[in-house]
Structure formats: C-alpha cells, structure tokens
C-alpha cells in the first residue's frame, strides 16, 4: 500500500515537473492577449500558429480569426482548461499566438534604424533591468518616444518573453532591441559613432532637465536595485539625476526611463 502510494506521489511529481517543462519551453515563443495577437498580425511577422479558446467568438476575437486566415495562419481550438495550463499571464483574453523565438538585432541595425528616419540615432541602455514587467513597459515608452533602438545585456537581466510582449502592448514588435555580451563594449561602440551617454544616478548633482539632451544620444537605465554598475557608470559622458522629495529615494525603472525619454522628447521639439 506504502509502495502504491510512493508510486503515484513520483508519478504526479513527474506529471507536474513534464508541464513545467512544456511551459518553458513555450514561454519565449508565445503572444498572449488580443491586442498583442493583433499588433503581431498587423506586423507581417512569423506566426506558427494561434490559440483560441473553444467558444470565443464576440469583439475583436473574430477580427483574429479574420486576419489569421487572410494571412493563412494556423487556428487551433482548445478548450479553457488546457489554454490556461498553456497561459503564462491570466488575463490572457483566450488567444495565444505561437511565434518562432524574439529575433534580436545588432547595434549597428539601430544606428541603421536612425538614418533611414533620417534623424539623430536616439538608443536606451538597459544596464540589468530584471524585471520583465519593467522591461515592457519600457519598450512601451521607448516605442511611442521615438526611440529608434534598445540594447539590454545576456545576463542577469530580463529577456523578451510573452509577458514583456503583453505588457509592452505589443510594441516589441516595432521595436529593434539588441542582446549583447557586454554594455560597456556597446557603449564605445555608440561612441564612436557620435552619440553621447547619459547616465542616471541618485547621486549626481545635476538634474535631468538642466542637461542639454538633443543630438544623437544613449540613455544608461540602472538595475532596479542598485542602479548603473560603476564600470557603465564611469563610460558614461555625464550623468543626470530625477529630484526626489519624498520619503522614498528611488523610482519604478520604467518610470525613470519615461521621465528622461520625454525630456529628450521636449528638448527636441523645443529646438
């Protein structure tokens, strides 16, 4: 009886471990919620196939359906149980796109990016950014600022997954994002050809508004925790800093990103 028990308790702990590992595995490659299902449709990219769940058929369900079959992409119903093993969010909205893995660019394709826009290449630094919340909403932000690229580091820090995806609204998919080995061989590379850096840091004694911010420009965004490691610190060309008045002496990452982004924003239109 002892055994039988052992048995099955092994059994569903390799049942549990099995869905785990299925759900790695999609986690990377998949596109949650319908307006990100959609922004991926209208982006012409790779779509292996879509998600539905069995019965969803009212608002902008049936404008998926529409395209997906337009652009002869595979649609699979499944029923709610299994769609919400595969989920990696909960509000998921019943649809699930599968895509081939995020492909990221080199710096030289964002530097490429600005001259065909024929403006002053404009690029965010993501020095350790780990949480992938924060990391979507700053390719958000980024996106709608007119950023023309981001480079965010191979380890310790977050990488393009779903969750990003659903959390940048889908702006991942016009976004051209480099994952490179090391930031501050990236920097001197952006250097040399003429964008100068700008860090952020507490400790800094000049606010960001008073830094002139218009040209071609990176942005260095430090860790959640412990901000901009001292090596990025010193490759920066000067540092700025957000006033605090409160109790609390830091900010949300993405919410520093958007403050500095749009008064590179500002000091454009105002030059």
């Not at 050809?193 to 004694?205: M, Q, S």
């Not at 990025?232 to 008045?245: A, G, H, R, S, T």
Request: charged residues 30%.
């Amino acid at each position: 009886m002892k055994k039988n028990y052992k048995e099955k308790k092994s059994n569903q702990n390799k049942k549990v471990q099995n869905v785990e590992k299925r759900k790695e595995i999609i986690y990377d490659d998949q596109v949650e919620g319908r307006n990100s299902v959609l922004e991926l449709l209208e982006s012409g990219k790779d779509i292996n196939k879509i998600f539905i769940t069995k019965g969803e058929r009212h608002g902008s369900i049936n404008k998926i359906i529409a395209m997906a079959k337009e652009k002869k992409v595979i649609i699979v119903e499944k029923d709610k149980r299994k769609m919400e093993e595969m989920a990696q969010t909960e509000n998921y909205q019943g649809v699930i796109a599968i895509v081939p893995p995020f492909e990221y660019c080199e710096i030289e394709d964002i530097i490429e990016e600005a001259n065909k826009r024929e403006e002053d290449p404009f690029v965010v630094i993501l020095d350790g950014i780990e949480d992938p919340h924060n990391l979507g909403s700053i390719i958000r932000t980024a996106e709608t600022a007119g950023v023309h690229g981001i480079i965010i580091p191979k380890r310790r820090a977050a990488s393009v997954n779903s969750t990003v995806n659903k959390v940048s609204a889908g702006a991942v998919e016009h976004m051209k994002i480099a994952r490179v080995n090391n930031i501050s061989d990236s920097i001197e590379k952006l250097k040399k050809v003429g964008l100068w850096i700008c860090g952020t840091d507490i400790n800094t004694d000049k606010y960001y508004y008073n830094q002139d911010l218009t040209g071609p420009l990176g942005i260095v965004i430090g860790n959640e925790g412990s901000g901009i490691s001292e090596k990025v610190k010193k490759n920066c060309d000067f540092l700025v800093k957000i006033p605090m008045k409160g109790k609390v002496t830091s900010l949300n990452a993405s919410v520093s990103t958007g403050i500095i982004v749009y008064e590179v924003v500002k000091q454009k239109i105002i030059k």
